[in-house]
């Protein structure tokens, strides 16, 4: 696990240095660089196989091509193996050179072969061209940019900033769908000009023509078998401990994260580290250490916990959006960020429970309620109508019920984060920010590939390409990094998802709960309690808080800033916060929402240059 960092000109290459700075929290214990007249490489290294000898950028034996990577390729002995016999020559025992001697054998099938996380830079000196690739679900960042004749790349955006042909300008169109979703949705970034490279894709850059070329080498498809249920339960604890397994490749220590939720807990029953790491706040109900240490203590391992108070949560946020790049509304993000702190003390290398949910049906949103249910039993055309009637008028309690009732699951369900209706977003932005994008519009080619599927196929689905790799991943690799951490989620895994992929959806929400069939098969190797106990995500006690007048005056202060009169209605944002605050409404998302755009902001445009950011 690392960073990376380059860029592509005929100009000075002094700059990479600087750039190479301000990802050192990726990769601490090392730094290194190759430059020709054509490219600027520069690496950070977090040292986890071969400590001594697997320094980058490496080159192959004609030192033709030259490599850069970030993550962990779990079958690269199999494939190095393969290449071997082919006669190909090693100088490391990493797998950032079998990813390189694979491309010189295989060509863009070495995608094909790769099992893990990475994003990673390929540099063709004879034909002057760069190939890239990031991986199957997106755990791995990958970002670039042309600007002023400089083609330039990263592990992260904020060391693009570094350079002197950056322009550094805000991405207009990006604002009012991240009132929505949360987060960054669009392949260009919140800087405009930056783009993410989408996964599952590669690139190519071609010096001599400046052009980029992305395309798809993987899909996410969900295709239902019928299968028999205990035996698909079995095959699929086979599986996932088989990818537990895998993922165990490492030349220092690895722990893991603990919740008080199923996935964690079926990752740490079987692993069972040495150590196991929690948080929680100091708040009723929205502290699981208790659940996570009790476990610990029945597997006989140590747990290390912390809990963290609203000060310490605050006080935070700032450097948690430096290192995301982007707004990220999540408020998991802090108490990520405080875990990834802790953990770091004592090891590299974390295993998590990421993906689970996506990949079995665990969202709270897949299962419909049953009230629901039964009103969908009336003919569509009538729960339509009445929908049509229901929806101009004002808030009334079961017009949401109805609206829902009488929509598509395309017209209502977004993702996991839903903040801002579209008309509500507009509502609060200067006219220079309002568009007439709605989120449905972003999400419907998604929802177009998927026509034939039932609506959690659909739900899960569009959650594969936007709330997965655009939130929960995202947060994952930014967090742990910026404590110089590596983070491996087992459970998404491409090996595990071509099993998940194929359980029909009534395996999947069954029994009143989701995921029923991974809670089945955590159900040999976990207490009852665990494995049937109800998602609750990573809860924190903001909605307390924005009513607390310390921190009421903390979110009025930035709403008051002249700055944010330039993205938002400073009227109404007064008023909701006043509303809350007051307890007449719960506007808490929304209002962390807009807060964290605004501190996202003052960090990276007004801040910037304050080396005391971080």
């Known amino acids: 696990m690392c960073g990376f960092v380059g860029y592509i000109n005929k100009k000075d290459k002094k700059y990479i240095k600087q750039m190479n700075d301000a990802i050192s929290h990726r990769g601490p214990d090392d730094e290194s660089y190759y430059t020709d007249d054509d490219i600027a490489m520069g690496f950070r290294r977090l040292s986890i196989i071969d400590l001594a000898g697997g320094r980058q950028p490496i080159s192959n034996e004609d030192e033709s091509m030259v490599i850069t990577f970030n993550g962990e390729i779990y079958n690269f002995l199999d494939i190095k193996e393969d290449l071997l016999n082919k006669g190909h020559i090693f100088k490391t025992k990493t797998d950032t050179e079998v990813i390189l001697h694979g491309y010189e054998e295989y060509g863009l099938s070495i995608l094909d072969k790769l099992r893990g996380m990475f994003a990673f830079v390929i540099w063709d000196k004879k034909n002057k061209k760069l190939f890239g690739a990031r991986d199957h679900f997106g755990q791995k960042p990958f970002y670039y940019a042309l600007m002023n004749d400089t083609f330039m790349y990263g592990s992260e955006i904020k060391s693009l900033l570094h350079h002197p042909d950056?322009?550094?300008?805000?991405?207009?169109?990006?604002?009012?769908?991240?009132?929505?979703?949360?987060?960054?949705?669009?392949?260009?970034?919140?800087?405009?000009?930056?783009?993410?490279?989408?996964?599952?894709?590669?690139?190519?850059?071609?010096?001599?023509?400046?052009?980029?070329?992305?395309?798809?080498?993987?899909?996410?498809?969900?295709?239902?078998?019928?299968?028999?249920?205990?035996?698909?339960?079995?095959?699929?604890?086979?599986?996932?401990?088989?990818?537990?397994?895998?993922?165990?490749?490492?030349?220092?220590?690895?722990?893991?994260?603990?919740?008080?939720?199923?996935?964690?807990?079926?990752?740490?029953?079987?692993?069972?580290?040495?150590?196991?790491?929690?948080?929680?706040?100091?708040?009723?109900?929205f502290n699981e250490v208790p659940l996570a240490k009790d476990l610990s203590d029945m597997l006989k391992i140590e747990n290390k916990s912390e809990i963290i108070n609203s000060d310490d949560f605050f006080e935070n946020i700032d450097?948690?959006?430096?290192?995301?790049?982007e707004p990220n509304a999540n408020l998991s993000a802090v108490p990520l960020y405080f875990l990834s702190a802790l953990a770091?003390?004592?090891?590299?290398?974390?295993?998590?429970?990421?993906?689970?949910?996506e990949l079995f049906g665990g969202y709270l949103e897949y299962k419909e309620d049953d009230l629901l249910i039964k009103y969908r039993k009336l003919p569509y055309f009538l729960r339509r109508l009445i929908k049509n009637i229901v929806a101009p008028l004002p808030r009334f309690h079961g017009k949401n019920f109805l609206?829902?009732?009488?929509?598509?699951?395309?017209?209502?369900?977004?993702?996991?984060?839903?903040?801002?209706?579209?008309?509500?977003?507009?509502?609060?932005?200067?006219?220079k920010y309002k568009t007439n994008i709605t989120p449905q519009d972003i999400t419907?080619?998604?929802?177009?590939?998927?026509?034939?599927?039932?609506?959690?196929?659909?739900?899960?689905?569009?959650?594969?390409?936007?709330?997965?790799?655009?939130?929960?991943?995202?947060?994952?690799?930014?967090?742990?990094?910026?404590?110089?951490?590596?983070?491996?989620?087992?459970?998404?895994?491409?090996?595990?998802?071509?099993?998940?992929?194929?359980?029909?959806?009534?395996?999947?929400?069954?029994?009143?709960?989701?995921?029923?069939?991974?809670?089945?098969?955590?159900?040999?190797?976990?207490?009852?309690?665990?494995?049937?106990?109800?998602?609750?995500?990573?809860?924190?006690p903001i909605y307390e808080w924005f009513r607390e007048e310390k921190y009421y005056n903390i979110?009025?202060?930035?709403?008051?800033?002249?700055?944010?009169?330039?993205?938002?209605n400073?009227?109404?944002?007064?008023?909701?916060?006043?509303?809350?605050?007051?307890?007449?409404?719960?506007?808490?998302?929304?209002?962390?929402?807009?807060?964290?755009f605004l501190v996202w902001y003052k960090t990276f445009f007004i801040d910037f240059d304050n080396k005391s950011i971080v």
């Open 403 to 431: 609206v829902k009732g009488g929509s598509k699951v395309e017209e209502y369900y977004i993702g996991n984060a839903f903040v801002f209706e579209s008309k509500e977003a507009n509502n609060i932005l200067t006219d």
């Open 166 to 285: 950056f322009k550094k300008e805000i991405n207009q169109k990006a604002l009012k769908s991240y009132l929505s979703f949360q987060t960054s949705v669009f392949e260009e970034t919140f800087f405009k000009g930056v783009f993410r490279l989408k996964p599952g894709h590669y690139f190519t850059y071609d010096m001599e023509s400046e052009q980029i070329e992305t395309k798809a080498y993987y899909e996410i498809k969900f295709e239902a078998k019928k299968e028999n249920f205990d035996e698909m339960v079995k095959e699929i604890d086979r599986t996932i401990t088989s990818s537990i397994d895998t993922h165990l490749i490492s030349d220092v220590e690895i722990g893991a994260y603990l919740s008080g939720g199923i996935d964690s807990s079926y990752v740490v029953s079987y692993l069972k580290p040495d150590k196991t790491f929690s948080v929680g706040f100091d708040f009723k109900n």
């Open 555 to 568: 979110v009025k202060e930035i709403f008051n800033a002249d700055f944010t009169k330039e993205f938002f």
């Open 570 to 596: 400073v009227k109404s944002l007064n008023k909701m916060l006043d509303e809350h605050y007051h307890g007449k409404k719960n506007h808490c998302r929304k209002i962390w929402t807009v807060y964290v």
């Open 444 to 540: 419907k080619p998604y929802y177009d590939k998927v026509k034939d599927k039932d609506d959690v196929t659909k739900k899960q689905y569009l959650d594969m390409h936007f709330w997965l790799p655009n939130d929960i991943l995202l947060k994952a690799d930014k967090m742990s990094m910026a404590n110089s951490l590596e983070l491996r989620v087992p459970i998404l895994d491409k090996e595990v998802f071509a099993l998940a992929s194929t359980i029909p959806t009534e395996y999947k929400i069954s029994h009143d709960t989701t995921k029923y069939i991974l809670r089945k098969a955590a159900s040999s190797r976990i207490p009852e309690a665990w494995y049937k106990r109800r998602k609750k995500g990573f809860p924190v």
């Open 344 to 357: 770091s003390k004592d090891v590299k290398v974390v295993l998590s429970g990421e993906g689970a949910d």
């Open 319 to 325: 450097k948690v959006q430096y290192y995301s790049d």
